[in-house]
T-cell receptor
Framework: NAGVTQTPKFQVLKTGQSMTLQCAQD?????MYWYRQDPGMGLRLIYY???????DKGEVPNGYNVSRLNKREFSLRLESAAPSQTSVYFC????????????????FGPGTRLTVT | LAKTTQPISMDSYEGQEVNITCSHN???????ITWYQQFPSQGPRFIIQ???TKVTNEVASLFIPADRKSSTLSLPRVSLSDTAVYYC???????????FGKGTRLSVIA
């Protein structure tokens, strides 16, 4: 039982390049989330998915796209990376359903450290 | 969403009990209070959640007064390994995402 896994662990991009961050969970959770954390700051929600096939914007969605491929996987794509997107990206999952049923405990992955030069 | 306010940082010596208080003045009737812990270079980890009075688990205790406008996370006899950032969050009904503030940076000193 690996929990929440993220790939890659580290990535360096040049401005304008694109990439996809991958996230998978093996806990059969309904909800999945993408956060970014800048140095000395709390986590800010980028996008979330309350169920397979649905996605919703969070606090800072600009410059990102997401895809809930199936119940297990939730990817985050940067179409044209900018230095302002240098951050640590965390994926999380929760048993919570779209209707608000179930525990709201979130389980986090180890993070992806992204640097955009 | 209920806004939370907690101290930016706290220092403690090893072996002491640490209490971190969080205020959430506009908490709604169906909201819960939850706390997360984040070690450097790791994702946050759920510690404890409660609705009212006292909740205790193997890691911490959570005290919530009758008016529920604040809560206190209590860490008994802290060690160096408890050095982390602690986040207080209010969980609303439905599937409204959690809002993480800047948290409280706890430094445990030998």
């Amino acid at each position: 039982n690996a929990g929440v896994t993220q790939t890659p662990k580290f990535q360096v991009l040049k401005t304008g390049q694109s990439m996809t961050l991958q996230c998978a969970q093996d806990m059969n959770h309904n909800s999945m989330y993408w956060y970014r954390q800048d140095p000395g700051m709390g986590l800010r929600l980028i996008y979330y998915s309350a169920s397979e096939g649905t996605t919703d914007k969070g606090e800072v969605p600009n410059g990102y796209n997401v895809s809930r491929l199936n119940k297990r996987e939730f990817s985050l794509r940067l179409e044209s990376a900018a230095p302002s997107q240098t951050s640590v990206y965390f994926c999380a999952s929760s048993p919570r359903t779209r209707q608000g049923k179930g525990l709201y405990e979130q389980y986090f992955g180890p993070g992806t450290r992204l640097t955009v030069t | 969403l209920a806004k939370t306010t907690q101290p930016i940082s706290m220092d403690s010596y090893e072996g002491q009990e640490v209490n971190i208080t969080c205020s959430h003045n506009n908490i709604a009737t169906n909201d819960y209070i939850t706390w997360y812990q984040q070690f450097p270079s790791q994702g946050p980890r759920f510690i404890i959640q409660g609705y009212k009075t006292k909740v205790t688990n193997e890691v911490a205790s959570l005290f919530i007064p009758a008016d529920r406008k604040s809560s206190t996370l209590s860490l008994p006899r802290v060690s160096l390994s408890d050095t982390a950032v602690y986040y207080c969050l209010v969980v609303t009904s439905g599937n409204t995402p959690l809002v993480f503030g800047k948290g409280t940076r706890l430094s445990v000193i030998a």
